[in-house]
């Protein structure tokens, strides 16, 4: 096996350097830190594997140091510094998981990030709680969090189910989904077939059929008397999944995009090695077969034509994953009579450039469009224990 890789001019370079890159490039400092990663943990993250160290097993390394300072915490009885640690432990297993292969490995690092994520939650108010809903024989894993404070059981929380694309872990919206508590406004990270948990212990991949999925979920909220109207925010490949789940099912109140498009498959045009990511998502192991079946996933003018409730579309002008005009034609298209465009002349994939802005943007437009019962002007104040947002310049 060769130790070397070549690029376009001819240079060399070992070959876990180059893998060292090309990770840092799929997952930059912004997007690390906005979505909830320490910044130390992220700088040394980047140093160990600078040196050679594996990524899984740097992050692995981070995440075991932050577990240590978790368990000190709860000892001493300083329950929200606890909090914060199990948070950082979750995030550095998360972002560690991220560049495996299916397989033993893939599915220790990511029960060590939902060990954590669990315990962050156990001690929240009201505390999060780990729902696994049947569909097609396999179950769908989320986190339901309720927003803090008391409230009047004859008036439920709108509810948003929040969830990614390709890399579909849900646990790296945390951060998001915060700003929506805060404005009194329940939220559900969801895996969907073929992402995170309902993949690698749900048993469950992507198909033309995954609007019903998601219809499954919301049967299930539909029961939860705690929750009411119900909002979706995709990012990424999710964008696309929820402007379809949202044509599809009219109980869907309110609809972003962020980072979105109408065909997901553009982007294996630019970067063909991406069809890594699609065969597990999918369950196809053959890379053309994959890339074949991908093409079925596409929103036409006539599917947008059902889209028909108060959509947000999020983008950057620079995005080359999904090009900004294929996410203004999904925009464009769509039916809805309340619609928002918003685009970053400097924005990255999904504006993990502008994290706090892009997060308060659209927290509080489904504060504006669902029924909340809250004023954003009494949101519970910004905790920096929990979030670790920051701020990003305006566009």
Not at 76 to 84: D, I, K, P, Q, V
Not at 160 to 172: K, L, P, T
Not at 339 to 365: F, L, M, P, Q
Request: aromatic share 8%; hydrophobic share 40%.
């Amino acid at each position: 096996m060769s130790t070397r890789s070549q690029d376009a001019a001819g240079a060399t370079t070992p070959v876990w350097k180059a893998a060292a890159e090309a990770h840092k490039r799929a997952m930059p400092l912004q997007r690390l830190t906005g979505n909830g990663m320490d910044y130390a943990d992220v700088i040394a993250l980047y140093a160990a594997v600078d040196e050679g160290t594996p990524w899984e097993d740097a992050a692995q390394a981070l995440g075991d140091r932050n577990v240590a300072r978790a368990e000190e915490a709860m000892a001493a009885g300083h329950l929200a510094t606890a909090r914060s640690w199990w948070l950082a432990a979750s995030c550095c297993y998360r972002v560690g998981q991220v560049v495996l292969e299916d397989g033993s490995r893939k599915r220790e690092i990511f029960t060590e990030m939902m060990k954590c994520y669990r315990r962050a939650g156990e001690l929240a108010d009201p505390p999060v709680e780990h729902l696994h809903i049947p569909y097609a024989g396999g179950q769908l894993g989320g986190w339901l969090a309720l927003p803090p404070g008391e409230r009047d059981p004859s008036r439920p929380a709108p509810i948003v189910i929040i969830f990614g694309g390709f890399d579909g872990w849900r646990e790296e919206y945390h951060v998001g989904a915060t700003y929506l508590q805060q404005r009194g406004i329940a939220t559900l990270l969801l895996d969907g077939p073929g992402q995170g948990e309902s993949r690698l212990f749900g048993g469950l991949v992507l198909d033309e059929e995954f609007a019903k999925a998601f219809s499954t979920v919301i049967d299930h909220l539909d029961n939860d008397p705690r929750v009411g109207e119900v909002g979706i925010w995709g990012n990424s490949m999710g964008g696309y999944l929820a402007a379809a789940v949202a044509t599809a099912d009219n109980r869907i109140k309110a609809c972003c995009v962020n980072g979105g498009t109408v065909r997901p498959a553009e982007i294996l045009d630019r970067y063909p090695r991406f069809t890594a990511k699609v065969r597990p998502l999918l369950g196809i192991d053959d890379p053309q077969a994959a890339t074949a079946a991908m093409e079925a996933f596409v929103l036409t003018r006539e599917d947008l034509a059902h889209l028909t409730c108060p959509l947000l579309v999020l983008h950057g002008t620079p995005d080359q994953v999904f090009l900004v005009e294929n996410a203004r034609q999904l925009y464009e298209h769509a039916a809805s009579d309340d619609k928002t465009w918003r685009e970053w002349a400097d924005g990255d994939h999904c504006i993990y450039n502008h994290s706090h802005e892009k997060h308060t943007v659209v927290a509080d437009w489904f504060a504006d469009h669902l029924n909340t019962h809250h004023s954003s002007h009494g949101a519970t104040p910004f905790d920096p224990t929990i979030d670790n947002a920051h701020a990003g310049d305006r566009s």
